[in-house]
Every structure is written in structure tokens, then in C-alpha cells.
T-cell receptor
Framework: NAGVTQTPKFQVLKTGQSMTLQCAQD?????MYWYRQDPGMGLRLIYY???????DKGEVPNGYNVSRLNKREFSLRLESAAPSQTSVYFC???????????FGPGTRLTVT | KQEVTQIPAALSVPEGENLVLNCSFT??????LQWFRQDPGKGLTSLLL?????REQTSGRLNASLDKSSGRSTLYIAASQPGDSATYLC???????????FGSGTRLSIRP
């Protein structure tokens, strides 16, 4: 039982490049989340998916797109990376009510 | 504006002491509150979740309380150990699962 897994662990992009961050969970959870964590800003929700086929914007969705591929997988795409997107990205999952969240190990992204 | 505050930002205590970490929130219409631990360079580990109808939750040496009327939650750690050194974060979930607000965390150091 791996819990929540994320790939890659580290990534360096140049401004304007695109990439997809992958997330998968094996806990049969319905809900999945993408966060970014920045020094002094805490964790902020980017996108949320309540179930397969549904996604909702969080606090900071601009510059990102998501896909809920199936119940297990939730990907985050940066179409044209910007230095402001340098951050640590975390994926999480939870069951419906009470929404206790379980986090992956994170992806450290640097955009130069 | 809904805000979650954790004070102090950092705390250092000698091993063996009992200690309390604080989490304050401005909007008391919460769905649940979750406490996490984060080790440097790692993801978040769930410690305790308190639903809005509950007053406290316990797990081993940890006890979390919730007082919605005053907008406060506390995490009590008994008989602290060096292995408890980490950053502790609280997160408040509101009625919409896409409305989750994290505090900035308290960095705890336990001195041997």
C-alpha cells in the first residue's frame, strides 16, 4: 500500500516550457487535491477533484490545468511555465466526509 | 476574509516537557480541522482530524482540542521527544471541500 505517489521528485524547467506532474493514490479515495507550498505563504489549493470526471478551482488556479484521468490518478499541467511557479507541489487524497487528507512526498519544481 | 494563524512560528523546548501548539481561525463555520506534521523536505503526515461536532481527539501522546466559539484549536504534545522535532500545520476545511485553508505552521525543536 504505497498511499499517494508523485512523479517526478525534482524538475527544472526553463520559462515557457511545459510539463505534467503526475499523482496516483491506491486508497480508493474519491477526492484528490493539488497544492503548492511557498515560503511565507503556506500551502495553497490549486485544484480539487471531488470524483472522477469533476474538477474545481482552488485559491490559485491561474497558469495550471488538471485532469482526473480515473479514480486513481490526478495530473497537474503547466502549459507555459513561469518563474512564479517555482514551488513545491503536493498532491493529496481523501475519502468523502470527513475528508481526512493524505499527502504525497511532493515535487520540487524550479523554473529559470 | 477567512484566515488561519499559528503562533508562535517557532518553538524550542527541552526534551520531556509537555507543550501546546495553537491554531486560530477567523470563520467559525468550519467542517473539520486537521493537524499535520511535516519533516524537512518531506510531505505532510496526518496526525489528528477533529470534526466540527467534536471537542477533542487523542492519539498516543497527542491530544487536539477544538473550540469553535473562540476560533481556536490546540495540539497538546505530552512528554516531548527529539523525534517530535518538525513543523506542525493545521488546516481548516469549510463546507465546500475546495475551501481549505492552511496555517503557516509552527516549527518545533526539542532539545535533548
Amino acid at each position: 500500500n504505497a498511499g499517494v505517489t508523485q512523479t517526478p521528485k525534482f524538475q527544472v524547467l526553463k520559462t515557457g516550457q511545459s510539463m505534467t506532474l503526475q499523482c496516483a493514490q491506491d486508497m480508493n479515495h474519491n477526492s484528490m487535491y493539488w497544492y503548492r507550498q511557498d515560503p511565507g505563504m503556506g500551502l495553497r489549493l490549486i485544484y480539487y477533484s471531488a470524483s472522477e470526471g469533476t474538477t474545481d478551482k482552488g485559491e490559485v488556479p491561474n497558469g495550471y490545468n488538471v485532469s482526473r484521468l480515473n479514480k486513481r490518478e490526478f495530473s497537474l499541467r503547466l502549459e507555459s511555465a513561469a518563474p512564479s511557479q517555482t514551488s513545491v507541489y503536493f498532491c493529496a487524497s481523501s475519502e468523502v466526509s470527513p475528508y481526512e487528507q493524505y499527502f504525497g512526498p511532493g515535487t520540487r519544481l524550479t523554473v529559470t | 476574509k477567512q484566515e488561519v494563524t499559528q503562533i508562535p512560528a517557532a518553538l524550542s523546548v527541552p526534551e520531556g516537557e509537555n507543550l501546546v501548539l495553537n491554531c486560530s481561525f477567523t470563520d467559525s463555520a468550519i467542517y473539520n480541522l486537521q493537524w499535520f506534521r511535516q519533516d524537512p523536505g518531506k510531505g505532510l503526515t496526518s496526525l489528528l482530524l477533529i470534526q466540527s461536532s467534536q471537542r477533542e481527539q487523542t492519539s498516543g501522546r497527542l491530544n487536539a482540542s477544538l473550540d469553535k466559539s473562540s476560533g481556536r484549536s490546540t495540539l497538546y504534545i505530552a512528554a516531548s521527544q527529539p523525534g517530535d522535532s518538525a513543523t506542525y500545520l493545521c488546516a481548516v476545511l469549510y463546507s465546500s471541500a475546495s475551501k481549505i485553508i492552511f496555517g503557516s505552521g509552527t516549527r518545533l525543536s526539542i532539545r535533548p
